[in-house]
Nanobody, 125 residues
């Protein structure tokens, strides 16, 4: 069982930046897909960024160019740098890890087995 703990959320003005962090309890998490998802009230959980075991990154059009996912030197640490934040980026952000898939990690949320408790990001207009 892999435990994921996120940190770094908060409230910012539109145009601001935040960096989220996620630490996995097992270093082996870094050998599989990891990603960031978000969920706003009344909406489905959506993918924000994913990273393959070889550090290939993938982003949906809604955030491409504004966010960067990366791993720390210890592969059990995951980051999400978010710039040029918009009010529509307001959501609970979750770190996720797969237990079986290593690449082509732009998968639906249901394909990720392990989840953190989430960290709130609020962007004021």
């Amino acid at each position: 069982q892999v435990r994921l703990v996120e940190s770094g959320g908060g409230s910012v003005q539109a145009g601001g930046s935040l960096k989220l962090s996620c630490t996995a309890s097992e270093s082996s998490a870094g050998n599989y897909c990891m990603g960031w998802f978000r969920q706003a009230p009344g909406k489905e959980r959506e993918r924000v960024a994913t990273i393959d075991d070889d550090d290939t990154t993938r982003y949906p059009d809604s955030v491409r160019g504004r966010v960067t996912i990366s791993r720390g030197n210890a592969k059990n640490t995951l980051y999400l740098q978010m710039n040029s934040l918009r009010p529509e980026d307001t959501a609970m952000y979750y770190c996720a890890a797969s237990s079986s898939t290593r690449n082509f990690c732009a998968l639906p949320a249901a394909r990720y087995k392990y989840w953190g408790q989430g960290t709130q990001v609020t962007v004021a207009s």
